[in-house]
């Protein structure tokens, strides 16, 4: 009984986790966001350290606000919910001007403005002040990581198309002409477009594919049944 108590809850977390990685990413599925998705990815790094620092606020106000939802008067909620997302990013943001002040200059006033992000002040209301810490934690890391993700790749591609390289690495030789465009906002549009693009499309296939097979099995069962009742007949 408690071995499946355990796994229904480990499933319910792994839930909770792959949700915002994939059905509920936030750059790249729900397309909420958007400012720092066009604003810094003009680098894989700048990409991967963004989502890293849109992790760290998601978890810690997530957290904060699942352990005390039940002590927060209800009509002060959201003003209480922006003070605790505002000293998350001023800890994120201190700790990032400190470890890494070269990237946290490149990044600018985007990592301040992580509090005005829809997706931190959404997914303390709508799950945070709904759910327990563990649940909570775990959806602040799925969300977190479907950040990074989409960021990341987002910035790669643009840092490959416009200098043929991936974090500071040479991927493209001689040959290849740099395309200044794709360091600049329309690049970033373009880019952002392609991906979203390429996943609908892949998205659609898959279920395209789930829904043949799906009939293919039925109308496997009914002929099966068909020849069953024919061999009773004779």
């Known amino acids: ?3 499946d108590s355990r796994g229904g809850l480990i499933k319910t977390l792994a839930g909770d986790v792959a949700r915002g990685i994939w059905a509920e990413n936030p750059p790249l599925r729900m397309l909420i966001g958007m400012c720092p998705v066009l604003a810094i990815t003009t680098a894989a790094i ?11 606020v998601l978890l810690i106000t997530g957290v904060i606000v699942s352990a005390m939802h039940r002590v927060i008067p209800d009509n002060v909620r959201i ?25 946290h200059d490149a990044l600018g006033i985007f990592v301040p403005l992580i509090v005005v992000n829809c997706i931190i002040l959404a997914r303390a209301e709508a799950f945070a002040s709904k759910h327990g810490v563990m649940r909570s934690a775990a959806d602040a890391l799925g969300m977190g990581l479907g950040e990074i993700w989409g960021l990341t790749l987002i ?17 493209l030789g001689d040959w290849f002409t740099p395309l200044g465009l794709f360091s600049l906002p329309p690049g970033a549009f373009l880019t952002l477009g392609a991906v979203v693009a390429g996943l609908n499309a892949a998205v659609r296939v898959a279920q395209e ?4 097979r799906k009939a293919a099995g039925m109308a496997g069962a009914r002929v099966a049944e068909a020849a069953g009742m ?3 007949v004779r």
């Open 79 to 103: 003003p209480v919910f922006v003070v605790i997302i505002a000293t998350a990013v001023t800890v994120t943001d201190m700790t990032l001007a400190g470890l890494l002040p070269a990237v």
């Open 1 to 3: 009984m408690a071995d």
């Open 155 to 171: 910035a790669a591609l643009r840092e490959l198309l416009a200098r043929g390289t991936i974090f500071g690495w040479q991927l």
């Open 230 to 232: 024919g061999g009773g």
């Open 46 to 56: 700048n990409g991967l350290i963004m989502g890293l620092a849109v992790t760290a």
């Open 209 to 212: 594919r789930a829904q043949a």
